[in-house]
């Protein structure tokens, strides 16, 4: 009985190895030792998008402006497209013949990827870490926009002139637009250096750096043609600032909640008699200081 049970241990362990021997050989190189593996041959022929219809400079890229032909390779350009959905939805930079084949440089590109909304404007605003909210207004927020500019008192003369009143000048703040999307933001700009035909890629050094101060941050707001003139005109006034000297004109951008879409209030603005007739500013006093008389 011990004999036959050790027969048929034997016999098993016969067989499992049998098994592994025809499993290795199985799953072992079809090829022998002196044969090399067959390089893979390169396609001779690939699909390539090309033009269905003359497409024009600035044109929205639709299905329907595409199709495909096979083309051999030596026949396709550089950065040729395989399929239609990689050129749909983006912006041609250059004409496109029917016929013609896409290419990834026929398209628009940006330093900054930038969407302008149906109906809207893109129009750039200067912003540092007081009047952007700390720089915390980045792309997608929304914000109202408040301008502070400096008047110059003036007084009607006998005979019909204005002359300015001494050296006084009244400010005067108003919120000029409201609920205002951020569509882009873009750092301080960095000028390219000699010989370079690209801005540098290093951050920028305090001082002046294309026309503003280090810390200087650029955003693309989205406004209406009417709201563009408005801020055109807001944006000439706060250009004549020095950065020397008082300020010519403040523009500020105030954060708003998201949940605050579409809602415009009406404000008054603010003068130096507002603060005091509604805030209890005091009024500046005007002392009288006599003349010394001569001695004899």
């Not at 290093?202 to 002046?208: F, H, R």
Request: net charge negative; proline share 9%; hydrophobic share 45%.
């Amino acid at each position: 009985m011990r004999r036959t049970s050790r027969l048929v241990l034997l016999a098993g362990i016969f067989l499992a190895a049998l098994v592994f021997v025809v499993v290795i050989f199985l799953s072992g190189p079809t090829t022998g030792p002196d044969q090399a593996t067959p390089t893979p041959t390169a396609p001779v022929n690939l699909p390539t998008v090309v033009a269905a219809v003359d497409i024009e400079l600035g044109t929205v890229i639709t299905e329907d402006m595409l199709t495909t032909r096979t083309l051999d390779v030596a026949a396709r350009e550089t950065g040729a497209l395989q399929d239609p959905s990689q050129a749909v939805g983006k912006i041609v930079a250059k004409k496109i013949v029917t016929g013609g084949q896409v290419t990834t440089g026929a398209f628009l590109v940006r330093d900054v990827e930038v969407s302008v909304p149906p109906g809207r404007r893109g129009i750039a605003v200067a912003i540092n870490e007081l009047s952007g909210v700390a720089k915390l207004v980045t792309t997608g927020d929304s914000v109202d926009v408040i301008l502070t500019f400096n008047i110059d008192v003036t007084n009607v003369l006998p005979d019909g002139t204005v002359a300015a009143v001494g050296d006084i000048t009244a400010h005067s703040t108003k919120m000029i637009l409201q609920d205002i999307q951020v569509i882009a933001k873009l750092d301080q700009y960095v000028p390219p250096a000699e010989g370079q035909t690209t801005p540098a890629a290093t951050p920028a050094p305090p001082g002046y750096v294309g026309g503003f101060p280090g810390g200087t941050r650029l955003l693309i707001l989205a406004v209406t043609p009417q709201q563009a003139e408005v801020l055109a005109f807001s944006r000439f006034v706060n250009a004549g600032n020095d950065f020397t000297g008082p300020p010519a004109a403040v523009m500020d951008l105030v954060l708003r909640s998201p949940d605050d879409a579409g809602i415009v209030e009406t404000t008054t603005g603010v003068i130096l008699s507002t603060l005091i007739e509604q805030y209890g500013v005091l009024p500046p006093e005007v002392i009288i200081v006599p003349f010394p008389t001569e001695q004899p």
